[in-house]
């Protein structure tokens, strides 16, 4: 390992190769530092491209990706912004599929960039605020980029031990944050309807977000709850400081909440540091079918762009613009669908936030996230729809039922259209 003694010395020119493909760590567990000299320096080395699944740093811009290609598994983050500058290539895939496309070459990996915790007493860098698909681009690379930032906290989980690390540089900044985002009554009124699904011992996943953050606020008064999550962001901290979530009641990793990506701010990194209730995983075992299938009373919660009256669920885009992605939500929709005592639900706000677009619509304006065949319960601010087990003429009603009342007579008109035809 070479140790680059500050991020201004590096000199990517030594570690890349023309045509190189490099795969980052994501979202709060980007490594900026190296971002920033890739920015700078790429545009001195020709045919270089990235991948990262996430990014809330801001640094990936239009302007700064002129230098070298991105790519990503959707538009999350501040990444939504370079698809409608067309400077983003999306991958359809599920979170789960990365690592394995990784090892495969299907997304190339010559270089990893990760940011890693400063390393134990045995020479063991934490990966700190992100597992998900690291493990998979450091164990595949030619080359490995660490950025050792004193800032980031020792998570109990994965880990990269010094031998793989190829450079070495050392940086003491603040990690990414993503702040809570502000809870409005729409968000609550959401929340209301799908915590009645989480029961006491029930094991949730859930992302980061007004509305998972909404639903969390709801369950203080549930007991011992589990979590097993893709992400988790500061509203896990006072289900576990209040005695809420224990994990007691897990079949597998008693005791423990399993998750894969750290997504808040400085107190949850404060929380997480060194906690051996928190273990970060990679997707092959946060996503696995038969590690979750294991997990008795898992309540799944994702989120969607529209559902159709069908049920089917377009979680990644409006129209043209590729607004979302497909994440983890299959995975977890099928696991909780089909955990017994669980469920799985899509959470979404009935209309557009300018009120004028319904989001239960008769046609989806975008791709088919979820099957209708997947689907298990649909829930807005006006109530619950469960579609499991029912036809499709009553998924339409029930969905109608949850719809913007606005909307309500103008649905119901489409759908005898839609069924006159045959769906």
Do not use: W
């Amino acid at each position: 390992m070479k140790v680059i003694s500050a991020a201004g010395d590096l000199d990517l020119s030594q570690v890349l190769r023309p045509g190189d493909r490099i795969v980052m760590g994501q979202a709060c567990g980007e490594p900026t530092s190296l971002v920033e000299a890739l920015i700078e320096q790429g545009r001195g080395i020709d045919g270089l491209s990235a991948f990262i699944a996430t990014s809330f740093s801001g640094l990936f811009t239009p302007a700064a990706t002129n230098s070298f290609s991105l790519s990503s598994m959707g538009a999350i983050g501040v990444l939504r912004s370079l698809t409608k500058a067309h400077r983003l290539s999306v991958i359809p895939c599920h979170v789960s599929q990365v690592g394995p496309m990784i090892e495969t070459g299907l997304i190339g990996c010559e270089v990893a960039f990760v940011q890693v915790s400063p390393a134990d007493a045995n020479g063991h860098h934490s990966l700190g605020l992100i597992s998900d698909y690291v493990r998979a681009a450091v164990a595949n690379a030619r080359v490995v980029v660490a950025e050792v930032n004193d800032q980031v906290p020792f998570t109990h989980g994965e880990h990269v031990s010094a031998s793989e690390i190829d450079y070495a540089v050392p940086v003491s900044r603040p990690p990414v944050e993503v702040p809570a985002a502000k809870i409005g009554e729409i968000d609550e009124a959401i929340a209301k309807h799908a915590a009645t699904y989480i029961e006491d011992g029930s094991v949730i996943q859930t992302g980061v977000g007004a509305v998972p953050d909404a639903i969390l606020r709801q369950l203080h008064d549930r007991t011992d709850l589990g979590v097993h999550s893709g992400m988790l962001g500061d509203g896990l901290i006072e289900l576990v400081e209040a005695g809420v979530v224990t994990n007691a009641r897990k079949r597998i990793d008693t005791g423990v909440s399993i998750n894969g990506a750290l997504i808040g701010t400085r107190r949850l990194y404060e929380f997480a540091d060194h906690n051996p209730r928190i273990r970060m995983c990679a997707t092959s075992y946060t996503h696995d079918a038969g590690v979750l299938a294991q997990l008795d009373r898992l309540v799944t919660i994702n989120s969607a762009m529209e559902v159709d009256l069908t049920g089917q669920v377009n979680a990644e885009q409006n129209g043209s613009a590729y607004l979302g992605g497909t994440g983890g939500q299959v995975d977890f929709v099928r696991a909780g669908a089909r955990s017994p005592g669980g469920h799985a639900i899509i959470a979404l706000p009935a209309t557009a936030k300018n009120g004028t677009v319904s989001r239960i619509t008769a046609r989806l304006s975008g791709p088919v996230t979820t099957a209708r065949s997947d689907v298990d319960v649909i829930v807005t601010e006006f109530g619950a729809a469960e579609l499991r087990g029912q036809t499709l003429a009553e998924r339409t009603r029930r969905l109608i039922a949850v719809a913007h009342p606005s909307f309500q007579e103008e649905l119901a008109r489409e759908a005898d259209t839609i069924q006159r035809r045959g769906f």
